[in-house]
């Protein structure tokens, strides 16, 4: 039995847009097996949301705002989780990509990634978004922010980053 019109053009959204699912989820899930279940939770909610989408945003905003905010939903659970149980363990967020990586270079992804997990959610997925290159009116329209507080923040984390950058070295 085919599919209904929604649902393809549903289906099509998802595989033009899949990256932006996996690299949030990456970034703030730990484990593979949570990870996946994130992602299909992240599909969930935005098959849920697809009818009400307004065509007047952009569809990457819409995306990356419900993404985030249902993986924010999942740390908070998964955070809670773990400190009933057993710390979880420290995976390298995999939104960073760079090939032919040298030995410090990755020691150095390494320790930015480990920063990042560190952040406050929010401040995590503004340097996401920051690091995924997204105009400030972007970000502004995805976080709920303004613009003026997009810049202030992107600073302070950035000088935050670099400041455990310099405390690791000593």
């Known amino acids: 039995m085919p599919l209904p019109p929604d649902a393809n053009q549903f289906l099509n959204v998802i595989e033009d847009n899949k990256g932006i699912i996996y690299k949030v989820a990456n970034a703030y899930c730990i484990d593979r097996e949570n990870r996946k279940d994130l992602i299909q939770e992240i599909i969930i909610q935005l098959w849920l949301a697809f009818p009400r989408y307004d065509q007047q945003f952009r569809l990457t905003t819409w995306i990356y705002r419900i993404a985030l905010n249902v993986s924010i939903s999942f740390y908070r659970k998964q955070a809670s989780r773990a400190r009933l149980n057993q710390p979880l363990t420290d995976d390298i967020i995999s939104f960073i990509t ?24 929010l401040d995590r997925a503004l340097i996401l978004l920051y690091l995924e290159e997204r105009s400030q009116q972007e970000i502004s329209e995805i976080l709920g922010i303004t613009i ?9 984390i950035k000088e935050q980053l670099k400041q455990k950058f310099i405390t690791s070295k000593s």
């Open 98 to 121: 760079v090939a032919d990586v040298q030995p410090d270079v990755d020691t150095e992804l390494s320790m930015l990634n480990t920063f990042i997990r560190e952040l406050k959610e």
């Open 148 to 156: 003026s507080n997009v810049s202030t923040k992107v600073s302070r």
